[in-house]
């Protein structure tokens, strides 16, 4: 080792390197090198043009989804699609759950749609003119073969007169029982008809107020003779009260040689408030009858 003396500055000194060291560090780099991978990873370089921007990237995905639609509009009205297949069109378009009516469809496919069924005629009118080979009878007041019996006369107590006296306008308002379940035996309306056959039974109601026109019901007796008596062979019930101005069908009944129809007075007339004065109205009725 050199000496060194105070009053010197040290001088520096160039060790010439082994080259025995140098080959064994040169060594084990190239070891460490192996072990780790002498290449770094590559790094994926980005487009030239950049990433795409939102806005671009929305034109895009819209154009394609035209040229999409496109191509399957093109197959669904017909024109050849991939592999050439045509597809057949509906012969008639309808939104589902609102069908179409069958006459403004093509024949063909109007059953699958609604099933067919046969109209149904509405109710002709009551003309008062019997259908070819009936006879028609009509009675009541102001038509003849009608007949109060038992009737009297007591202000608005008692039977009232009401009508211009003519056949079709003219009716009877005959006071009830007093009680729903009992009737007047004395007391009665009564049309007669002389008819044989089978007769369809039409009574008219009167309009007009429940002093007037009131039955609720007004119970009738059907009987195959000339007058009341026996056993009645039908009866009916028709509630005036919400039938007033209109014919009612009571049915068809079998007739040999006399008709007879009667109004029963049962009814009650009076309320919780005291007398309601009311009346069951008796006007025309008509026998629609064939042999």
Request: one cysteine or more; charged letters at 20%.
């Amino acid at each position: 080792m050199p000496t060194q003396f105070p009053d010197e500055p040290p001088t520096e000194r160039h060790v010439a390197p082994d080259p025995a060291l140098m080959e064994a560090a040169r060594a084990r780099g190239a070891a460490r090198w192996a072990a780790a991978g002498d290449r770094a990873a590559r790094q994926e370089k980005p487009p030239a043009g950049g990433p795409l921007k939102p806005r671009a990237a929305a034109i895009a995905a819209t154009v394609a989804l035209l040229v999409l639609g496109g191509i399957a509009v093109a197959t669904f009205d017909g024109d050849p699609g991939v592999g050439g297949t045509d597809l057949a069109q509906p012969s008639h378009s309808y939104i589902p759950g609102l069908i179409t009516p069958p006459e403004e469809l093509p024949e063909e496919s109007a059953p699958s749609l609604v099933p067919t069924q046969n109209a149904v005629p509405p109710p002709a009118p009551d003309t008062g003119r019997a259908p070819a080979g009936v006879k028609s009878f009509t009675t009541g007041p102001g038509c003849g073969g009608f007949s109060g019996v038992g009737s009297y006369r007591d202000g608005r107590k008692g039977w009232v007169d009401r009508g211009d006296g003519r056949c079709g306008s003219t009716f009877v308002s005959i006071p009830m029982s007093g009680d729903a379940r009992r009737d007047e035996s004395s007391a009665y309306g009564m049309w007669t008809f002389a008819a044989s056959g089978t007769c369809e039974l039409s009574v008219h109601i009167p309009n007009g107020n429940l002093e007037q026109v009131g039955g609720n019901p007004t119970v009738y007796y059907v009987f195959d003779r000339n007058g009341v008596g026996g056993t009645p062979m039908a009866s009916f019930a028709i509630k005036q009260v919400d039938k007033r101005g209109q014919w009612v069908v009571a049915g068809k009944f079998k007739a040999s040689g006399n008709l007879t129809v009667q109004l029963l007075t049962r009814g009650q007339d009076w309320n919780g408030s005291g007398p309601t004065y009311a009346h069951h109205a008796a006007g025309a009725v008509r026998a629609d009858c064939t042999a």
